[in-house]
């Protein structure tokens, strides 16, 4: 296990990285969305005032925030994740959104002269959310001494298909979805490379422990945690 405090070394290393709830508490400001829109869920969403903590958002055992939410989870509405989509499609979502800090440590790391890291950001978004990570990004890395690329891809392409497909050497792929571990662990020439997640209720469950470490034996991977220790802002409704 890592912690995002302490620097694991970057020194010419290739990494591929996640943005959304990697970068950015994501899941956060899109929960507190929906609990100001309330009104337009009326019996579908469970809107207890303990599930709208970073504590509870981050430990909740489904990474679909709306089948998280749902209080009938096998007869929701089909339009229910269409209709919450809706809330957060627009190009200002990321406003006043702040960094992890995760994100803090790798930006103040990437400025270091004497290292040569190079850092793609692959992120499956929506056509309103590209520009907006484009500049987040910028800003983020501003002053950076680092590659930076951002490679934004439709919500449902794999993240294996881009590394594959534009042959990114990667030593490190981090992402906060098991899935996404498991597609490119699975999917690219993984051999002896890292993965890293921070820790998250979803990524932590039986089922995927059990498949990483079967992976870990099979591949001659290395799985790391990244703690993300909490930082007290103020996030943007």
Same mark, same amino acid.
């Given at each position: 296990?890592?912690?995002?405090? $302490?620097?694991?070394?970057?020194?010419?290393?290739?990494?591929?990285?996640?943005?959304?709830?990697?970068?950015?508490?994501?899941?956060?400001?899109?929960?507190?969305?929906?609990?100001?829109?309330?009104?337009?869920?009326?019996?579908?969403?469970?809107?207890?005032?303990?599930?709208?903590?970073?504590?509870?958002?981050?430990?909740?055992?489904?990474?679909?925030?709306?089948?998280? $939410?749902?209080?009938?989870?096998?007869?929701?509405?089909?339009? =229910?994740?269409?209709?919450?989509?809706?809330?957060?499609?627009?190009?200002?979502f990321y406003?006043? $959104?702040?960094?992890?800090?995760?994100? =803090?440590?790798?930006?103040?790391?990437?400025?270091?002269?004497?290292?040569?890291l190079i850092?793609?950001?692959?992120?499956?978004?929506?056509?309103?959310?590209?520009?907006?990570?484009?500049?987040?990004?910028?800003?983020?890395?501003?002053?950076?001494?680092?590659?930076?690329?951002?490679?934004?891809?439709?919500?449902?392409?794999?993240?294996?298909?881009?590394?594959?497909?534009?042959?990114?050497?990667?030593?490190?792929?981090?992402?906060?979805?098991?899935?996404?571990?498991?597609?490119?662990?699975?999917?690219?020439?993984?051999?002896?490379?890292?993965?890293?997640?921070?820790?998250?209720?979803?990524?932590?469950?039986?089922?995927?422990?059990?498949?990483?470490?079967?992976?870990?034996?099979?591949?001659?991977?290395?799985? $790391?945690?990244?703690?993300?220790?909490?930082?007290?802002?103020?996030?943007?409704?």
């Open positions: 296990m890592i912690d995002s405090e $302490l620097k694991f070394e970057l020194k010419d290393r290739v990494l591929v990285c996640d943005f959304d709830d990697v970068l950015v508490p994501f899941s956060e400001k899109m929960v507190h969305r929906m609990f100001n829109h309330k009104h337009e869920f009326k019996g579908e969403i469970e809107f207890n005032i303990n599930n709208n903590t970073p504590e509870a958002i981050n430990a909740r055992d489904t990474y679909d925030v709306v089948e998280w $939410l749902a209080k009938d989870k096998k007869n929701m509405a089909p339009d =229910l994740k269409k209709r919450v989509l809706a809330l957060i499609d627009e190009p200002n406003d006043r $959104l702040p960094p992890t800090k995760f994100a =803090l440590d790798l930006a103040y790391q990437s400025k270091n002269p004497n290292y040569h850092l793609y950001i692959i992120s499956n978004c929506l056509d309103s959310h590209i520009e907006a990570k484009r500049k987040y990004i910028k800003e983020l890395f501003k002053d950076t001494k680092s590659t930076i690329e951002f490679i934004p891809i439709p919500l449902m392409m794999k993240k294996s298909e881009i590394i594959n497909n534009n042959k990114i050497d990667y030593n490190m792929f981090i992402d906060d979805k098991g899935e996404n571990i498991i597609d490119v662990v699975t999917n690219t020439n993984s051999y002896g490379r890292e993965f890293a997640m921070p820790v998250k209720g979803y990524n932590q469950t039986d089922h995927f422990i059990k498949l990483y470490d079967k992976l870990i034996e099979k591949r001659c991977i290395s799985v $790391l945690f990244i703690k993300e220790k909490e930082i007290k802002n103020e996030i943007y409704l």
